[in-house]
Every structure is written in C-alpha cells, then in structure tokens.
C-alpha cells in the first residue's frame, strides 16, 4: 500500500477531490499554507494500493493546474528612499507537489 500526499492550489482542490472520489478514491483534506507565497494550500492523504498509483498521479495531473499570477512585494525604505512602494512580481502557481510513502499498516475502523 502507498499513502500519497498531494498538496495542492485551493483554486484546484475541489475539483481534483470530487475527480478523485468519482474514481473510487477515498480522500483525506486538509488545510495548509505554503511557506513561500504563504498562500491557502490543500493537503491531500490517499491510501491506495500499489497499482493505483499511476492512476492516482494521472488524476492529479490532470486537475492541478500551474497558472501565472502577480503578487505584490515591497521593496526596502532604503532602495525608495525611506518608504516602502509595491512591486508586482509574475510568479506560477498552482500545480501539484507530491509525496509518495508505503504503507506498513492501514486499518479502517
């Protein structure tokens, strides 16, 4: 057995859980905010079998999609001469950043 973690854009969450559920995967969600952006992120657990795996990983690529977006950053009082002045900068977001374990003991209760 496996345990894979998807961690995903919120925009993409929703949609890859329902493609996710109507395949016949059970889904664990959790909320998470990513360190870099410090964005809104949803942790995905799936306890699949081995040969699941491939499927699984088509799912996500499938419905995690990597688009542009412009966040604002602030430049230092000292390159501004002492206040601090927006600075739009294009960054990707979005996607998929997967993580694949096996799985010594699953138990559904």
Same mark, same amino acid.
Do not use: C, W
């Given at each position: 057995?496996?345990?894979?973690?998807?961690? #995903?854009?919120?925009?993409?969450?929703?949609?890859?859980?329902?493609?996710?559920?109507?395949?016949?995967?059970?889904?664990?969600?959790?909320?998470? %905010?990513?360190?870099?952006?410090?964005?809104?992120?949803? %942790?995905?657990? @799936? #306890? @699949?079998?081995?040969?699941?795996?491939?499927?699984?990983?088509?799912? @996500?690529?499938?419905?995690?999609?990597?688009?542009?977006?412009? @966040?604002?950053?602030?430049?230092?009082? %000292?390159?501004?001469?002492?206040?601090?002045?927006?600075?739009?900068?294009?960054?990707?977001?979005?996607?998929? %950043?997967?993580? #694949?374990?096996? #799985?010594?003991?699953?138990?559904?209760?």
């Amino acid at each position: 057995m496996k345990l894979t973690y998807a961690i #995903v854009h919120d925009e993409d969450s929703q949609r890859l859980t329902s493609e996710l559920n109507k395949a016949g995967f059970r889904v664990t969600k959790m909320n998470s %905010t990513g360190g870099f952006l410090r964005a809104g992120n949803t %942790t995905l657990m @799936i #306890v @699949i079998e081995d040969e699941e795996l491939r499927e699984v990983l088509d799912i @996500i690529r499938t419905y995690s999609s990597s688009r542009k977006a412009a @966040i604002s950053t602030n430049m230092s009082p %000292t390159t501004m001469g002492g206040s601090y002045m927006p600075y739009p900068v294009e960054v990707t977001v979005g996607g998929a %950043t997967v993580f #694949v374990t096996n #799985v010594e003991y699953f138990e559904r209760m």
